[in-house]
């Protein structure tokens, strides 16, 4: 029910530009740097989320400064290139700062050190200091009024995975988890793609309008749904036989209706082999 009302309270005030930092390079650059420090699932999507309410919130403030100020219409335009250039310039700092801290919130690994981030800064051919470093990681902290400790889909994936098992859904637990977290990194390494398909089916439209672009914002930051969609795609997959149950049961406890489920899943599994086939 918290997860629940959480998520709600944050779709209720998605920002417009929520998702853009999100974008597949970016996420494989969160993943891989998780993987080569050794931080585990919730850390790299903590990391994810952090980076970009982080960036959007810099971007706004960073925005409202430039647009404030007095100038022409060649000083907007430089003031423009500037506010890109500022974010262009830190972007890689802050993007390690936000690994940093989500390592930090992790009880069950070694966080990482100034030391190890700024090696791994300097073998990308940057000087920061170890000062630059802290700075950063207070421009993060600050920007976020410190409210860090966010939830991720993998906190939703794995307390609907527990409350299956409450309520007697014989499932095999271990592999069910182990490629239901193989599934929802694939969802966020290929997420424009799985969202565009469900997209193009909610309108039932191949090409979709500003607006309906723009509502269906709320559907691709809904982390209930793609924790729903994940489970019922990892159910389809190695369980056949109890995916009917699964949904039913799926649809009880988020009130998420069958046919988003199936819609959910049907992206996911056209994505993965490829085809347009049902």
């Known amino acids: 029910i918290h997860l629940a009302t959480e998520n709600e309270q944050y779709l209720s005030e998605l920002p417009e530009q929520a998702g ?23 850390t790299r999507y903590q990391a994810v989320e952090l980076l970009e309410r982080f960036m959007i919130k810099q971007v706004e403030q960073m925005c409202d400064d430039r647009g404030n100020a007095k100038g022409g219409e060649q000083g907007q335009r430089s003031s423009w290139n500037s506010v890109r250039d500022q974010i262009a310039n830190t972007f890689v700092l802050r993007l390690v700062s936000c690994v940093q801290l989500a390592s930090k919130l992790s009880l069950h690994y070694s966080r990482v050190t100034s030391d190890t981030a700024l090696k791994f800064l300097q073998s990308l051919k940057y000087s920061y200091t170890k000062q630059e470093l802290l700075e950063s990681e207070l421009a993060v902290l600050n920007t976020l009024h410190f409210h860090v400790n966010v939830s991720t889909p993998l906190a939703y994936l794995e307390l609907l995975l527990e409350v299956l098992g409450y309520n007697g859904c014989l499932l095999p637990a271990k592999p069910l988890h182990q490629l239901c977290v193989q599934l929802l990194d694939f969802c966020y390494l290929t997420r424009e793609t799985i969202y565009d398909t469900l997209l193009k089916m909610a309108v ?11 509502k269906f914002l709320t559907v691709k930051e809904d982390f209930m749904l793609l924790a729903v969609g994940v489970i019922s795609t990892g159910v389809f997959i190695l369980s056949p036989g109890h995916w009917e149950q699964v949904v039913e049961h799926l649809n009880c406890i988020t009130g998420i209706t069958p046919q988003s489920i199936l819609e959910f899943s049907y992206a996911v599994v056209r994505r993965i082999v490829g085809s347009s086939t049902p």
């Open 204 to 214: 039932e439209n191949s090409t979709p309008s500003k607006l309906q672009i723009a």
């Open 20 to 42: 853009y930092f999100k974008e597949t390079r970016i996420v494989e650059f969160i993943f891989l740097l998780s993987e080569k420090w050794h931080l585990d699932q919730l």
